[in-house]
C-alpha cells in the first residue's frame, strides 16, 4: 500500500464469527496490517469503511448483505468446495451449517449458493491453480493468494548428514490422517531396506464443524492404517510409527531435525486437487527434504523451481524415498535450492505485495 493510500479505511470479519481457525487471520489480514503498521477495523454495522475483508467462513447465504453495502468488498475462498461432487455433503453443508448458527438460512445445494455469493462480490481471493480457474468462469475479479507463513515456525535445518535411522514425519489435521493410507504397503518393503521411524504430528480427535459432533480418535485410525507397524504401547511392542500430539515448539524442532517430510494426498479426489501449496510452502522454508502427492499446486513449484519432489504412483513413492535416504548430499542440494525459491516469490515482501494490489482496486459505479 502506497503512503497516499495510508487513510484508506479497511475492515475485516473474523473468521471465528462463522467458523473455528484460530490461526487464519493471524497468518493474512491480521499480518500485514501488522507489517505495514496501519489500522485495521473489526466490521461495525453501523461504519462505513472503503474495504471490508469477509473470511473464508462468511455465511453465503448472506448475499442481501454484499448487495446493500457500497464498500468494495473481498471475498476468500480456501476450501476447494466448488469441485464436491458429493451428492450427499453437498447437501448437508449448508443444513449442517444452518443449524450450527453459521448462517442465517438454511442451503440445500450448497455449490449453487456459493456459486451465487462469489459472484456477487467485488473480488474473490483463492489460493490455487484450480480454483482460479474455478471462480474465473463465476466472476471475472479473482486474484491468488498465498498466506503468511514466513513467521511461523523460526527452525531450519541444519545438517544433512546420513543417519543410521531414518526419521520420515508428517503433519497435519486429524481428519487428514486417512492420507497416509498409501504408506502402510511402502513402509513394510522400506522395512526390509532401512531402518526408520514414521512420525505423525497431529490432534487426538477430529470431529465435523469444530467439534459439535460425534469425536473419531486418530489413534485407531492409525492403527486400522498402519496395522501391526503401530503398536500402541512401544515398552513390550516394536513400533516403525509414532503419534505426536502437535506442539507449536515441538512439531517444528522434530520435523526440521528429520531426514524426510512426506504430503500425501489423494488425487482421485477432485477436493484435494484445488489444495493450496501452503504446507509445501512451510515445510520448505524449514530446509527439510520434502516428497509429495502430484496436486496441480505442489507440480506447479516443482516445475518451477527445478526440483523434482512429487510422487504419482506407489513405485514412486518408494524410489524417490530411498533416493533422498540413500544420498543425504542430493536431499540437501534440493532442499537448498527450494528454499531459495520459496524465500524468493513467497516472502514477506511478496506477501505484502498482494494485500497492496487489492487494496488499489476501486469498486465500479
Not at 492420507?179 to 513394510?188: E, V, W
Amino acid at each position: 500500500m502506497n503512503n497516499k493510500n495510508k487513510n484508506i479505511k479497511i475492515a475485516y470479519i473474523p473468521y471465528e464469527k462463522f467458523g473455528t481457525n484460530l490461526t487464519f487471520d493471524k497468518r493474512n489480514i491480521l499480518l500485514y496490517a501488522k507489517i505495514k503498521k496501519i489500522r485495521l477495523y473489526k466490521f461495525n454495522q453501523k461504519e462505513k469503511y472503503d474495504y471490508i475483508i469477509l473470511p473464508p467462513s462468511f455465511d453465503i447465504t448472506q448475499v442481501d448483505f454484499i448487495k446493500k453495502r457500497g464498500e468494495f468488498i473481498i471475498g476468500q475462498l480456501v476450501d476447494n468446495y466448488l469441485e464436491e461432487k458429493n451428492f450427499i455433503k453437498n447437501y448437508l453443508r449448508g443444513v449442517i451449517k444452518f443449524f450450527l448458527g453459521q448462517q442465517k438460512k438454511i442451503s440445500f445445494n450448497y455449490n449453487n449458493d456459493l456459486r451465487n455469493y462469489l459472484s456477487n462480490l467485488d473480488l474473490v481471493v483463492c489460493h490455487s491453480d484450480v480454483q482460479y480457474r474455478n471462480i474465473k468462469k463465476i466472476n471475472k475479479k479473482v486474484f491468488k493468494f498465498f498466506e503468511g507463513n514466513f513467521h511461523v515456525f523460526n527452525k531450519k535445518k541444519k545438517s544433512y548428514k546420513k543417519n543410521n535411522l531414518k526419521i520420515l514425519t508428517w503433519e497435519g489435521r486429524a481428519e487428514n490422517i486417512d492420507q497416509l493410507n498409501i504408506f502402510y504397503d511402502i513402509f513394510k518393503y522400506l522395512n526390509k531396506k532401512i531402518n526408520f521411524n514414521f512420525h505423525i504430528f497431529t490432534d487426538y480427535y477430529y470431529s465435523s464443524f469444530g467439534g459439535k459432533f460425534i469425536k473419531i480418535n486418530s489413534l485407531k485410525i492409525i492403527k486400522k492404517i498402519f496395522k501391526e507397524l503401530f503398536e500402541l504401547n512401544t515398552t513390550f511392542k516394536k513400533s516403525f510409527i509414532f503419534f505426536n500430539q502437535w506442539n507449536l515448539k515441538l512439531t517444528p524442532s522434530i520435523i526440521s531435525q528429520s531426514d524426510l517430510f512426506l504430503i500425501p494426498h489423494k488425487t482421485n479426489n477432485e477436493f484435494n486437487l484445488g489444495r493450496s501449496p501452503s504446507k509445501l510452502i512451510l515445510a520448505i522454508r524449514m530446509g527439510v527434504p520434502v516428497l509429495t502427492s502430484d496436486l496441480p499446486s505442489y507440480k506447479s513449484i516443482s516445475k518451477l523451481s527445478g526440483v523434482d519432489f512429487c510422487c504419482s504412483s506407489k513405485s514412486q513413492w518408494k524410489n524417490k524415498i530411498l533416493k533422498y535416504l540413500d544420498n543425504p548430499n542430493l536431499a540437501k542440494k534440493n532442499s537448498l535450492k527450494l528454499y531459495n525459491y520459496v524465500n524468493k516469490y513467497y516472502g514477506k515482501k511478496s506477501f505484502l505485495k498482494q494485500y497492496d494490489y487489492i487494496f488499489s482496486l476501486k469498486k465500479k459505479i
